[in-house]
C-alpha cells in the first residue's frame, strides 16, 4: 500500500459519513477489506519506530472503511475491535494536522454539525452527538465549555480543570473532543448495523469474516450455566428471577436469555435442559414449541446461521415492550437496587449517573464497583459485563 500524502485528505473526510460508490463487484469489496485489515492490524500491533502504512487516496480510503464497516459487523467482538482501531486510526491522522487547521474546522464545520448545544450558556451537553449533516450556522464564542464526558481522556490523566462538570475549549480538548464524537459516531453506526445483520445475514460476508479472523476469535471457554450464573449482569438476573417465578418468558425474553446463554459458552445440550427444566410444560410441548428456536440460535437449523447476543442498545429499546425484561437501569432502578444489595454494593448517585452519561457508562460504573476498581471498560453487551467479571474473579 502507497503511503498517503497528507495534502490530499480533508479533516472533513475523516469521519466517512458517505460512501459516494453505489455498486462495487465483490471482489473489489475483498480486495479493498484485505489491505485495510492489514493497515489495522500494522496499527493493533503498534510499537515505537514501525511507522503506519497507509491507504493510496482518499476515495479508496473511504471505500475500505465502508466495506471493513460491512465484515467487523458480522460479530459483536469484531465490531468492538474495529472501532477501537479506527478510532486510534483517526487520533493519528488527526495529530498530523497543524493545530490552527484543527481550530479553524473544529470552530467553523465541527460544532455546525454538533446538536446538544446550550447556546444560551456556551456549553457542549453531555448528550450531545454528531449529525450526518450541518444543522445550520453556529458562531463560535471562546466562553465555549465542553462536558467533561466528551474529553473523558483528557480528565482521567488531569490534563483538564473543571469548572461544574465543564472545561475551557484548548487545541487539545478540541482533538479529544473530535477523537471522542468520532468514536460514539462510529460506534452507533456499526451497532445499527450489527442488529441490521442479524436480521438480514450476508453469507459472503459471514465467511469472509470467518477467514479473515479466523486466528482472531476470542474463544469462549466452555461453561456450565451453574458457572454462568456467578457473573451475571442486572439484565439476565432479572430475567432469570422472572422465568423462575413465573415459569414462563416470552419470545424477546427467551432470545435474550438464549443467546446470552450461547455466548458465554453454555453448550446448546445444557441450554435445552435448562430451558425444559426452568418452563412448567410438558417435554412434548417444550420441544414442539421451544426447541426449534434454541437449535436456531446455535445454528442448527434453517438458515445455519450463528446468531450472536444481543447488544444493550437491542435490549434497551425493548425496555418499553410489553412481557419484556429489557434493561433495570431504563425500567426497574428498585430491581436494580436489590441486585447491587446482593452483590454487596451501593451507588446512590445511579440516577444521575444514568440521566447524564447513559444505561451502559452507568452499567459500567455499578460493574467496576463490584469489582473494586476505578474504572471498567463499557459495556456494549451482557456478555462483556460477563466476561469482565468472570476474568476478574478467576
Ligand atoms: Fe444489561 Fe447492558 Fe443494561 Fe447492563 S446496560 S443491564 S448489560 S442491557
Not at 462495487?24 to 485495510?36: A, C, F, G, H, K
Not at 502504512?53 to 464497516?69: A, G
Not at 479473515?212 to 432469570?240: G, R, V, W
Not at 418468558?249 to 459458552?265: A, E, M, P, S, V
Amino acid at each position: 500500500m502507497k503511503r498517503v500524502r497528507k495534502e490530499q485528505r480533508t479533516l472533513e473526510s475523516l469521519f466517512y459519513d458517505k460512501l459516494h460508490v453505489r455498486n462495487t463487484q465483490y471482489t473489489n469489496l475483498e480486495d479493498l477489506v484485505v489491505r485495510r485489515m492489514k493497515v489495522l492490524r500494522l496499527l493493533e500491533s503498534f510499537k515505537s519506530g514501525v511507522s503506519l502504512q497507509d491507504i493510496s487516496d482518499q476515495w479508496e480510503d473511504v471505500e475500505s472503511h465502508f466495506y471493513c464497516r460491512l465484515l467487523c459487523s458480522q460479530a459483536l467482538w469484531s465490531v468492538k475491535w474495529f472501532v477501537g482501531l479506527e478510532t486510534q486510526l483517526f487520533r493519528k491522522r488527526l495529530l498530523s494536522y497543524e493545530s490552527e487547521k484543527v481550530g479553524v474546522y473544529f470552530k467553523e464545520s465541527f460544532l455546525r454539525r454538533l446538536e446538544g448545544i446550550d447556546t444560551d450558556k456556551n456549553l457542549i451537553l453531555p448528550h450531545s452527538s454528531l449529525l450526518m449533516k450541518e444543522r445550520g450556522p453556529f458562531e463560535y464564542n471562546s466562553d465555549l465549555k465542553v462536558h467533561f464526558t466528551k474529553v473523558y481522556d483528557l480528565v482521567a490523566t488531569r490534563r483538564v480543570k473543571l469548572d461544574r462538570g465543564y472545561c475551557k475549549i484548548n487545541p487539545e480538548v478540541m482533538r479529544s473532543c473530535l477523537n471522542n464524537f468520532y468514536r460514539q459516531f462510529l460506534e452507533e453506526k456499526m451497532y445499527w448495523l450489527y442488529e441490521y445483520m442479524l436480521r438480514t445475514p450476508d453469507e459472503r460476508l459471514k465467511k469472509l469474516h470467518e477467514r479473515i479472523f479466523s486466528e482472531k476469535k476470542p474463544i469462549s471457554a466452555p461453561t456450565t450455566i451453574e458457572d454462568s450464573h456467578k457473573y451475571l449482569p442486572p439484565c439476565i438476573s432479572k430475567l432469570i428471577n422472572k422465568l423462575k417465578k413465573t415459569r414462563h418468558i416470552k419470545y424477546n425474553d427467551r432470545q435474550t436469555l438464549c443467546l446470552f446463554l450461547k455466548d458465554t459458552g453454555v453448550s446448546v445440550e445444557e441450554n435445552i435442559q435448562f430451558m425444559r427444566s426452568a418452563f412448567d410444560v410438558t417435554k412434548s410441548v417444550f420441544d414442539k414449541e421451544y426447541l426449534y428456536g434454541i437449535r436456531h440460535n446455535y445454528g442448527l437449523e434453517g438458515k445455519k446461521a450463528n446468531y450472536s447476543s444481543f447488544t444493550c442498545k437491542k435490549i434497551i429499546s425493548m425496555s418499553r415492550e410489553p412481557n419484556t425484561c429489557g434493561c433495570p437501569f431504563t425500567n426497574d432502578l428498585d430491581g436494580l437496587s436489590e441486585y447491587m444489595a446482593s452483590k454487596g454494593v451501593e451507588c446512590p448517585e445511579i440516577e444521575n449517573m444514568i440521566k447524564n452519561s447513559g444505561c451502559q457508562e452507568a452499567c459500567s460504573s455499578v460493574l467496576a464497583k463490584i469489582l473494586d476498581k476505578n474504572h471498567a471498560a463499557t459495556i456494549s453487551s451482557p456478555v462483556d459485563f460477563y466476561r469482565e467479571y468472570r476474568a476478574d474473579k478467576q
